[in-house]
């Protein structure tokens, strides 16, 4: 008998305490952003598809050694370089990632030598079309000098 | 004598309005609560503060077809949602606001309201029984036991009331709670009964109001982890629409009743509080009941149909029925 009550006692004290809790969290500030309106900077760590990084020139550090290319165990990139008339280095022409294989494993960036691989902060990524997840990385990055 | 029809119309035309106004604004209460809790933002879109989602979400459900299932009840299915609104509509006539607001008092309120609220559950019966489909049918069974099981505490507990107030006419339920917050049924210390176990009726009450608005933590009728959405899940359009708002106005209905019936409905907390209209300490009341309700059912998850079941049998009808006894034995000797 003395049972009963006690659990009745308790029972409705959690209750109080359940219900005291939410509303401390009904007057602290919202934690989510309004998603197409607003949105959060990526953390340092957000691992979106690769991107190259420019010089001071606006050119690629890329020196077209092709680590990357052999580092990758999908085989997303595929990348081209050719010599300049009276140049001493490489120069990139062509760097596609093929981001529907990529499983963003980031050895490319870490066999990179010459500080020319990042992951970028990219996530608005949503197409109908396979051929919009074959990036141009080149053409990108020229882009963003613009 | 045409003049007092007149009134009666005209009352009963604003007691409709008020209904469905609140039915449609608590929905966005509703939303923005449940998100404040979950600390999100909430409707915000459409209109200042997302004010203007309730019209529009009307509007979609207006302009979308009325299905009904092969093989259902035609007539059941079509009559249901009407059920469900009908009653909480009718019981806002007999609800007394104020002093002077009131649609129709009539002295036998408190037995009309609960006529009519317990044919709302009729409304889930016939809903689930006429759509022809499984999880209907179970939310309806579920309903029914539901139905049985809540209403036998909350009349128990409106007897208790009753007898101290000597009347069933909701006007002279509250004028017998005038003075100051003490007088209030809920803290009966010089009021007409001094039992002071009618805290614990005025928590068996707000339960039982819970449950027989089918509200979480007692929405195991359209628990949608089981049963899809329960009795409306054939319902599309203003079929489910009118069930929607049915709901919205009988917890309208409930607190309603809690604020006549334990919180001294119209009257002022303390006397020197008296010039405020009793109308504003009326809404004051019933929101913030109203409030709870919300904030109820974002604090606490579903219970088992047999947790449900357990707590108004093994708790709250003993402890009713024990609080009527005493209360008579109390009447008795004072």
Redesign the interface.
């Known amino acids: 008998m003395i049972t009963y009550f006690t659990d ?1 006692y308790h029972g ?1 004290i959690s ?1 109080f305490i ?2 005291g ?3 401390k ?8 952003v ?1 998603y197409p309106y607003e949105t959060l900077t990526m953390c340092d760590r957000y691992r979106g598809h690769t991107q190259l990084i420019a010089n001071e020139e606006g050119k690629p550090n890329c020196v077209v050694c092709g680590l990357c290319e052999k580092a990758c165990p999908s085989n997303c990139i595929s990348l081209a370089g050719e010599k300049p008339e009276g140049g001493k280095k490489k120069v990139l022409t062509k760097y596609i990632l093929d981001f529907t294989r990529c499983s963003l494993c980031g050895s490319c960036v870490e066999s990179c030598n010459f500080n020319a691989l990042e992951f970028s902060k990219e996530y608005n990524l949503a197409s109908t079309r396979k051929e919009d997840f074959i990036f141009d990385l080149l053409k990108r990055l020229e882009e963003k000098n613009k | 004598m045409s003049l007092t029809l007149l009134n009666v119309i005209v009352a009963v035309v604003i007691a409709i309005a008020f209904a469905a106004l609140n039915a449609a604004y608590l929905v966005w209460a509703e939303r923005r ?1 449940a ?7 909430g409707p ?2 459409n209109g200042p503060f997302g004010l203007l989602q309730p019209p529009l979400d009307g509007i979609k459900l207006m302009a979308k077809q009325l299905t009904i299932p092969g093989g259902a009840d035609k007539v059941l299915f079509i009559a249901a949602p009407v059920l469900a609104m009908f009653p909480a509509i009718m019981s806002f006539v007999t609800i007394p606001f104020s002093e002077s607001i009131v649609a129709k008092n009539m002295n036998v309120g408190v037995l009309m309201i609960f006529a009519f609220a317990s044919t709302g559950s009729m409304a889930l019966v016939f809903a689930g029984w006429s759509s022809r489909n499984k999880y209907a049918m179970m939310s309806s069974v579920r309903a029914v036991s539901q139905a049985v099981a809540y209403e036998i505490p909350m009349l128990i507990t409106t007897i208790t009331v009753v007898m101290i107030a000597g009347s069933t006419d909701l006007m002279e339920i509250v004028r017998q709670q005038s003075g100051s917050i003490l007088h209030w049924n809920i803290f009966p210390v010089l009021g007409n009964s001094h039992n002071l176990l009618m805290p614990m009726s005025f ?1 068996i009450f707000f339960t039982c109001t819970l449950a027989e608005t089918n509200r979480a933590p007692f929405d195991l009728g359209e628990a949608e982890s089981e049963l899809v959405a329960g009795f409306h899940t054939e319902y599309g359009s203003m079929g489910f629409g009118l069930f929607f708002m049915g709901e919205y106005a009988n917890i309208v209905i409930g607190s309603c009743m809690t604020t006549i019936l334990f919180l001294g409905g119209w009257n002022a907390p303390l006397p020197f509080l008296g010039f405020i209209p009793g109308i504003f300490w009326f809404l004051l009341k019933l929101y913030l009941l109203i409030a709870t309700f919300i ?2 059912r ?3 998850p579903r219970t088992t149909i047999y947790g449900l079941l357990n707590l108004s049998w093994k ?1 709250l009808i003993p402890l009713s029925l024990f609080n009527l006894l005493f209360t008579a034995g109390l009447i008795k000797v004072f």
């Open positions: 009745i409705l209750l359940g219900m809790i939410t509303f969290e009904f007057f602290s500030p919202t934690v989510t309004s | 609560g998100a404040r809790i979950q600390r999100r933002p915000n879109i928590l904030w109820i974002w604090t606490f708790i």
